[in-house]
């Protein structure tokens, strides 16, 4: 399987290949007409796209290699980069971030993934709107209070604030019911999301963030690979026998996983009779409040991972080992 890396524009896209000891470059626009221009410059005995998560760009694209039963991987911008410093390449260029995406798939040989489709696609467009709205709607109530504080503030100013937020709020109240619809009508959401609200502290905003963010690999993906995909992977940084750093998370991953996990990890320790008592366990080991409440959440993705693999809600009388 030869391999084509492929670099994302908004209106075009750049692919290189392999013919022999040479490598191939061009350019086509991002239409269907460039699609298939590209198909009759590809090779014809099979191959493997790599490109990088670029914005929403890259997803009509990807939608294109799907129905065209072509094998795809997405690669991390920011490890790309990394491989191009590391290839003392400093210029950045559609063409040269062309080929350093197929010298890096031909380094890595990065797993196939399949683009989410479908109503997770559309729960995912849904649930981020409503975290950008509600983001808006905090940041707004922050002005207002700055506005409040200074007696110089016209009452006009005061009831336009007033007024945004009444917008803001309804258009989240809108969406939510919008994306309860999509978990409703779907026929593995729906099961997967009442599973989720089985566990003490996992509420329906964090369940919507799950399903929306992880997508179909929810239902399949192991404990350590939902961890690394939300970024709660532990880094070592050690030398010899003088250096020692402490362990930190990676947060190389998904940031509006981490979020809904580190809201929920703060009523886990409250509420939850398998969590609370295991953050008391770390505290007593010696990590920081911080420290164990990010081991909090990592165990609240062991805990999804054990409700939706075996079908059954949360047991309070599991105990963490």
Request: hydrophobic letters at 40%; charged letters at 25%.
């Amino acid at each position: 399987m030869s391999w084509i890396g492929i670099d994302i524009a908004k209106r075009s896209f750049t692919a290189a290949q392999r013919c022999s000891q040479h490598l191939t470059i061009e350019t086509f626009p991002m239409t269907v007409a460039g699609w298939r221009s590209f198909c009759q410059w590809a090779p014809e005995d099979g191959f493997q796209v790599c490109l990088e998560a670029t914005g929403p760009y890259w997803l009509r694209l990807a939608h294109w290699l799907e129905q065209a039963a072509v094998p795809c991987s997405v690669a991390n911008p920011r490890n790309v980069r990394r491989f191009a410093q590391a290839s003392e390449q400093l210029s950045k260029t559609d063409p040269i971030d062309a080929e350093i995406l197929l010298r890096f798939a031909e380094t890595f040989q990065p797993s196939q993934i399949s683009p989410t489709t479908g109503p997770s696609r559309a729960l995912r467009a849904v649930s981020r709107r409503i975290l950008q709205l509600q983001m808006e709607l905090d940041r707004d109530r922050d002005r207002l209070e700055k506005a409040q504080a200074d007696p110089a503030t016209p009452e006009v100013v005061l009831n336009s604030h007033a007024v945004l937020h009444n917008e803001l709020r309804r258009l989240i109240d809108d969406l939510e019911h919008q994306a309860k619809r999509l978990i409703r009508e779907h026929s593995d959401l729906r099961p997967a999301y009442q599973l989720l609200l089985s566990i003490p502290s996992i509420g329906e905003k964090t369940a919507r963030t799950l399903l929306a963010e992880y997508g179909p690999r929810l239902l399949s993906a192991s404990p350590k690979q939902m961890t690394r995909f939300a970024g709660l992977d532990v880094v070592l940084y050690e030398s010899g026998t003088s250096v020692r750093r402490k362990p930190r998370i990676s947060k190389h991953g998904n940031w509006r996983l981490r979020r809904a996990l580190y809201l929920a990890a703060l009523s886990a320790i409250r509420f939850n009779p398998t969590l609370a008592p295991f953050y008391q366990r770390k505290l007593q080991q010696g990590l920081q409040p911080k420290q164990a409440l990010v081991a909090v959440m990592r165990k609240l993705l062991h805990l999804v991972h054990g409700v939706l693999k075996h079908q059954n809600p949360y047991d309070p009388e599991y105990k963490l080992t």
